[in-house]
């Protein structure tokens, strides 16, 4: 008979306090990378009547999470946090071509490169010697920002599920931002979406981390079409 010891599930590596507060860097707005200047076309949307209030900035925001995010650069940053822990340049190249050909609109591809070009720059101005700096930097057209964002989580020494919240996280709080101009809403509501998108982050990330290569997608139709229309919009905060 086997003993209950053998049915418990592995212990999970602790998260160290150093590694936790360089993930809560990578998240904050305050990080240097531009990601405060995007709408990733919500601001489209509320131009269009697709976002009235807090109620469909809220639905707007977790289909984006879960069709998007989830299936598409949440998927990316997970494959390259591990092709990075091997340095295996090859399949972070082919991981990075992969998100500029996925790119539906040029100002999304504008954004994630970028995101990881500044991303590059604020890893070299940190002064720490990492080889695998010179290959991010080296890719073309220009790194991208999940695979640029899975290096630094990588360096924080974190484990992959910490450094995907991470992620999610920063977005989720540049988007809710967005929405409070944008729309515009008060401080409690987005405080509220934010709340939403917490609770539906964990799935999204367990989702993003089983997809295998012929799995991962960037098919958001919608998207696109609102994406595409801020590109010519007459007046915009938010960048395209």
Same mark, same amino acid.
């Given at each position: 008979?086997?003993s209950?010891?053998? $049915? =418990?599930?592995p ?5 160290s ?6 993930l ?6 305050a +990080? ?6 995007y ?9 269009s !009547? +697709?976002i009235? !209030? ?5 639905a ?5 999470l879960?069709l998007?995010l989830? =299936? ?7 494959a ?5 822990? =091997? ?6 190249a ?13 100002? +999304?591809?504008?954004?994630t490169?970028?995101? !990881? ?16 700096l010179?290959?991010l930097?080296?890719?073309r057209?220009?790194p ?5 964002f899975? +290096? ?8 992959l ?16 931002q967005?929405?409070?101009k ?5 401080q409690?509501? !987005? ?5 939403a998108?917490? =609770?539906?982050?964990?799935?999204a990330?367990? $989702?993003?981390?089983?997809l295998?290569d012929r ?12 994406s595409s ?10 960048r395209?």
């Open positions: 008979m086997r209950l010891a053998s $049915h =418990r599930r212990e999970r590596t602790p998260l306090s150093s590694a936790m507060l360089q809560m860097w990578l998240a904050s707005p +990080l240097p990378v531009g990601g405060f200047s709408s990733e076309a919500l601001e489209a949307a509320v131009e !009547g +697709l009235t !209030g807090e109620t469909q900035a809220g707007w925001l977790r289909d984006q879960a998007a989830a =299936r598409s650069d949440l998927s990316v940053a997970s390259s946090f591990a092709a990075w822990q =091997r340095h295996d340049a090859e399949r972070i082919e991981l990075n071509a992969w998100v500029t050909q996925t790119r539906e609109t040029h100002e +999304l591809r504008q954004q490169e970028q995101m !990881g070009r500044s991303l590059v720059e604020w890893l070299k101005n940190r002064g720490e010697p990492d080889d695998r010179a290959t930097a080296a890719l057209p220009a991208t920002w999940p695979v640029a899975a +290096l630094a989580a990588a360096q924080t020494g974190a484990p599920r910490e450094s995907l919240l991470s992620f999610a996280f920063g977005w989720a709080e540049n988007m809710v967005a929405a409070l944008a729309v515009p809403l008060g409690s509501a !987005g405080q509220r979406i934010l709340a998108l917490s =609770r539906e982050i964990p799935v990330i367990e $989702h993003a981390i089983a295998t799995e991962r997608q960037a098919f958001t139709p919608m998207l696109a079409i609102v229309q801020h590109e010519t919009q007459y007046s915009r905060l938010f395209s």
